[in-house]
């Protein structure tokens, strides 16, 4: 497991650069997240170096936080959760019985007319 701080902004990067900090889950200078260390996430980092601090975290595990209201729903209620799974399964079952409409096949298209071959001139 890495951990990796930002410690320089972005603001003068090119948006390559901040689109690969923001992809590691970087959001905010001398912030730090963990990642595994990976072929990917190393390329990552060797991408924008000037940027970041890399430490080697041993016995670490990745945390990811939740925000805002699907957070606090997933959090609070785990019964409606199970019982929003639900749901849809009864909506396609609707869904499958209702006609399809058939779309109108399109006409095919004339062939191009075919222009003469062009004659050799013969010297």
């Known amino acids: ?14 948006p390559a650069n ?3 900090v923001h992809a590691l889950g970087l959001r905010k200078t001398h912030r730090s997240v963990i ?12 991408h924008v170096k000037h940027l970041l601090k890399v430490e080697e975290a041993e016995g670490a595990t990745k945390v990811r936080k939740r925000k805002g209201k699907k957070a606090q729903a997933a ?9 929003k799974a639900a ?9 499958s019985e209702e006609p399809k ?17 062009a004659k050799k001139k013969e010297s």
């Open 18 to 20: 901040r689109k690969t």
């Open 35 to 46: 990642q595994e260390d990976t072929p990917v996430i190393r390329g990552m980092i060797h």
């Open 101 to 117: 409409a058939e779309k109108p096949k399109a006409a095919p298209k004339p062939a191009a007319a075919k222009k003469p071959a």
């Open 87 to 95: 749901e849809p399964a009864k909506t396609e079952a609707v869904k």
């Open 75 to 83: 959090a609070g209620a785990p019964k409606k959760a199970a019982a």
């Open 1 to 14: 497991m890495l951990k990796i701080t930002l410690v320089k902004s972005t603001i003068s990067e090119t």
